[in-house]
């Protein structure tokens, strides 16, 4: 977006951002209307905000490094090993105040959240990707319910990846 002021143009980048947080988890649980969902033992539990720019770039991307990250121990308790490498299991679960904007007043928005006819494509393409790079079935909630979430962090390790920041 370019705005002009004072004879200055400005260029103003809105750079949006698939968001994760990924928790290491010795078990992990999603429970919706009092039935469980999906439940998995020693592996990841991930949670996913989608945004409209977001691509299958960013899937691949994401995918690639969710499975691929080094946060288990090995034999000499270094977090060397990754949740393949474990042979461990991932819960999936859609969240869109990962994208929560919080700098005016004190009522979050979520403006920049993809809505469902954008977000769910998306979100079962992850999924899709996930279990291809794993090599196996990973574990799901429900897009848009109501669900609740438990878990027990292992470490605790918790870990928050963006696809626009890269670090």
Known sequence: ???????????????????????RVTRAGVTIDGTLKASVNRGLLVLIGIEDSDSMDDIEWLS???VNLRIFDDEQGVPNISVKDI????????????????KKGNRPGYIKASKPDIAIPLYEKMIIQLEKDLGKKIFTGTFGADMKVELLNDGPVTIWIDTKNKE
């Open 64 to 66: 690639n490094k969710i």
């Open 87 to 102: 042979d461990g299991d991932i819960l999936l679960i859609s969240q869109f105040t990962l994208h929560a904007a919080t």
């Open 1 to 23: 977006m370019k705005l002009h002021r004072f004879g200055v143009y400005l260029y103003l980048n809105f750079i949006s951002t698939m968001r994760t947080v990924i928790q």
